[in-house]
């Protein structure tokens, strides 16, 4: 079982669209996928069609005592299943304050038969839940804006890591681009010679992406030819072999 989180210290980058509609490209192609909500506002719950609960309550999930047969939802889309996020998942930072490294993983232990990739959505947050995270998955993808701010967090992140010590590689890659934009242009240019890990495939601005929390679905379920759809599908690939 891969692990995977999209995570970005910064806010309003893409980060959930781009969770929902990489979880959905993974099982278009037949990737049994678990995508676990993390984020307290539940928007992946939300995308997917998910009542926004976690059954049994977030201690007892975090305890590895919850029946997961209650608590992961199946998607209309088949091979895909959620693990929807509520606001109660707030306290999922403190109940993880006392646990070990890679305890993420570990609450997963008994379904990790069953899933050959979990895709976490996280909160844009340094914290307990996020240190856990850094040692439970395989590679973190950081969707990045193009523009200065995002960059200067991608590189708090990356000093954030290495300060502590954290081998855990970052993926980073570009959404919302907007080639009109000279500095989009620049940064998108410039990223790969800082990043050599970042992916090479972009995602642009697209009204169809903010069709989502309409249509309640990824975009290649409503709009699969849409520019944003095909940018998504790209990525998958690119990610799924750096996976092997």
């Keep these: 079982m891969r692990?995977?989180?999209?995570?970005?210290?910064?806010?309003?980058?893409?980060k959930t669209a781009?969770?929902?509609?990489?979880?959905?490209?993974a099982a278009?192609?037949?990737?049994?996928?678990?995508l676990w909500d993390l984020d307290p506002q539940a928007a992946t719950t939300?995308?997917?069609?998910?009542?926004?609960?976690?059954?049994?309550?977030?201690?007892?999930?975090?305890?590895?005592?919850?029946?997961?047969?209650?608590?992961?939802?199946?998607?209309?889309?088949?091979?895909?299943?959620?693990?929807?996020?509520?606001?109660?998942s707030r306290d999922m930072d403190q109940l993880l304050e006392k646990r070990g490294n890679s305890h993420l993983r570990q609450i997963l232990k008994d379904v990790r038969d069953d899933y050959d990739l979990v895709i976490l959505d996280c909160p844009p947050?340094?914290?307990?839940?996020?240190e856990?995270?850094?040692?439970?998955?395989?590679?973190?993808?950081?969707?990045?804006?193009?523009t200065t701010l995002s960059l200067r967090t991608l590189r708090q992140l990356q000093q954030f890591l290495d300060d502590d010590n954290l081998a855990c590689p970052v993926w980073p890659f570009i959404t919302l681009a907007d080639r009109r934009r000279k500095l989009h242009r620049e940064v998108m240019a410039g990223l790969g010679r800082e990043w050599p890990l970042r992916l090479s495939t972009d995602i642009p601005?697209?009204?169809?992406?903010?069709?989502?929390?309409?249509?309640?679905?990824p975009v290649a379920s409503f709009a699969p030819s849409s520019p944003a759809a095909k940018a998504y599908r790209g990525l998958w690939n690119e990610i799924q072999q750096r996976l092997g």
């Design 46 to 88: 939300f995308y997917l069609q998910i009542k926004p609960r976690i059954r049994g309550g977030v201690e007892k999930l975090v305890k590895g005592k919850s029946s997961f047969d209650k608590v992961i939802r199946a998607t209309q889309i088949p091979h895909l299943d959620v693990l929807p996020a509520s606001l109660a």
């Design 28 to 34: 278009f192609q037949g990737y049994r996928t678990l």
């Design 205 to 217: 601005a697209a009204s169809v992406v903010e069709r989502m929390g309409v249509e309640r679905a």
């Design 3 to 14: 692990m995977l989180s999209l995570y970005s210290i910064k806010g309003g980058v893409g």
């Design 125 to 130: 947050t340094l914290s307990h839940l996020s």
């Design 132 to 146: 856990n995270m850094f040692t439970s998955v395989d590679a973190i993808l950081v969707p990045l804006v193009p």
């Design 18 to 25: 781009s969770a929902v509609n990489l979880a959905a490209e």
